[in-house]
């Protein structure tokens, strides 16, 4: 799997095919667009990163989806499927439970995000919502993530005080859903773009000091690449501090990286504003660090937990040993995502004792 990734990015159509492949023949529910847009795609851009029989079987596909596309396209799925699985858990009901077991036999927690990004309008909006919900009901999920951009619908974000109220609306019956459950349900509140920090925020706040959710935990995502991160965990901070005060639930931080970098560029370039996030890798692993030095404070982390999510082994190294340095290790977690570097992974997690993996489905 890994050699086949790295002929999908050594080859200059690689990325092309595969965001074709996934955008045309994954993504419509209708079996003959698929097929049509399989054999598009193959005429257009040859997978020629791929072993010379699985090219073959491309172009045999391609050609024969086009006679019996209900045939055809469900096999070129499942193959999809087969190829990913170390990163992408087949969601469907009868395939999910059996993998949850596999996956937690290795002893690793799980943090199911609902496959997709950014939704364009309402309908789309409260599938992705339904099937998180749907998640969150099975006894064998405790844990999920979701973005507010992936659940709710595009909105005007001059109109800043009612698009979270808006949005507290929609995402409420989930967070109520978790709340009564009889046994412990999670949700994470994840975002991708700068311009979703502010917003984030204030739902993550706002829904949580509603009264019935005074007792859920729950966390929301940092990241480190944005110079906004440490000011946004200190405003964390100190609301979390009154709401524990109050007799609330603590609640948690999961602190990346970021992963939007050649966004926020094309964003800033295109309108003329400054790049949201630090210029250099150098910069954004400083301030990474920054975040965790404030973060893990023996008189903090009762309000807030910390997730250090990410695959340097420096950074978590440096998060566990200052951790136990400042003995708060019980209150931290150490998140890796599934399938990605798994030998690196399993030696973390016999070093720490446990291990949350990111598990898209």
Partial sequence: TARRLAGVLKDPDGLA???????????PEDATVAAGALSDLVRRVPPRFLPWHLQLAVRVAARAGMVAPRVVVPVVRASLRRMVGHLVVDARPGQLGRTLRRLRRRGAALNLNLLGEAVLGAREAQRRLDGTAALLARDDVDYVSLKVS???????????????????????PLYRQAA???????????MEEYRDLDLTVAVFTTLLDQPELAGLSAGIVLQAYLPDALPAMVRLQDWAAHRVAAGGAP???????????????????????????????????AHYKRVLEYALHPDRVRNVRLGVAGHNLFDVAFAWLLAGQRGVRDHLDVEMLLGMAQAQAEVVRRDVGSLLLYTPV
């Fill in 17 to 27: 095919f595969t965001v074709g492949f996934i955008d045309g023949v994954i993504r």
């Fill in 150 to 172: 992936s659940a709710v619908p595009p909105h005007a974000l001059f109109a800043f005080d009612e698009t979270v109220a808006d949005v507290v609306r929609r995402l409420g």
């Fill in 180 to 190: 009564a459950s009889p046994t412990r349900k999670f949700i994470n509140l994840d």
């Fill in 251 to 285: 609640v948690k931080v999961r602190l990346v990286k970021g992963a939007n970098l050649p966004m926020e560029r094309v964003d800033a370039t295109l309108h003329g504003w400054p790049l949201a996030t630090w210029e250099t890798k150098v910069e954004t692993d």
